[in-house]
Every structure is written in structure tokens, then in C-alpha cells.
């Protein structure tokens, strides 16, 4: 499995801009397709955006899409998530998930094997 490691969460004000990190180690990176998700207290965990192998297609969330940009530099290992025009509903803990079984993930948690720890993202009113 591949270990899976987010950073560069934080509190901001609403309408404004966070990048997110995920660092990955372990196992060859690039057959993973990678994802973001995301839990508010007493809410489940809810998919963000997913990102395929190569980087050449991504999905979004609804609430997210125009605002939200996932990438991946397969060259680092590392997956990110640019977060702009911040919302107070964006508050919620972000988890990274990679899944190597196919080319880019679903929009499940159950579609991914492996998830990093989480990283707090508190947007203030």
C-alpha cells in the first residue's frame, strides 16, 4: 500500500485561498488515481475532486467545481488540491485517497484502499 501524507491546512476567511498537499511514499505513485474528500463534524465523508494517473482527467464535486483545482506532479509524489473563493461550508477536515485498480477513481469512499490522515480546513464568516 501507499502511504499518504496532507498538509497545508489551516483557518482563512471566507473567499479566500488555501493549497492543499499530499504526499505519497511507498510504491510507485503514478498508478495511482488520487483523491480529495472531505468531513464536517456529524457529516459524512463527502468527495471533493479525483485526478487520474497520468493528471490528463479530473472530477469534481458540484459544490466545488470553478473553485477547486486538483493536479498532481508524478514526478514528487505529490497530489494537490488549490482551494479558492473559500466558503464557510468548505469547513470540514480533508482527507487524500489513492486507488490503484483503475485509471481514475469514483466518487466514493469505498473506491479507495488507501487514505491519509487528514488535514483541517477552517473558513471563517
Known amino acids: 500500500q501507499v502511504q499518504l501524507v496532507e498538509s497545508g491546512g489551516g483557518l482563512v476567511q471566507a473567499g479566500g485561498s488555501l493549497r492543499l498537499s499530499c504526499a505519497a511514499s511507498g510504491r510507485t505513485f503514478s498508478i495511482y488515481a488520487m483523491a480529495w474528500f472531505r468531513q464536517a463534524p456529524g457529516k459524512e465523508r463527502e468527495f471533493v475532486a479525483a485526478i487520474s494517473r497520468s493528471g490528463g482527467l479530473t472530477r469534481y464535486a458540484d459544490s466545488v467545481k470553478g473553485r477547486f483545482t486538483i493536479s498532481r506532479d508524478n514526478a514528487k509524489n505529490r497530489v494537490y488540491l488549490q482551494m479558492n473563493t473559500l466558503k464557510p461550508e468548505d469547513t470540514a477536515v480533508y482527507y487524500c485517497?489513492?486507488?490503484?485498480?483503475?485509471?481514475?477513481?469514483?466518487?466514493?469512499?469505498?473506491?479507495?484502499?488507501?487514505w491519509g490522515q487528514g488535514t483541517q480546513v477552517t473558513v471563517s464568516s
Open positions: 485517497a489513492a486507488d490503484d485498480q483503475t485509471v481514475i477513481g469514483g466518487r466514493t469512499q469505498y473506491d479507495y484502499d488507501s
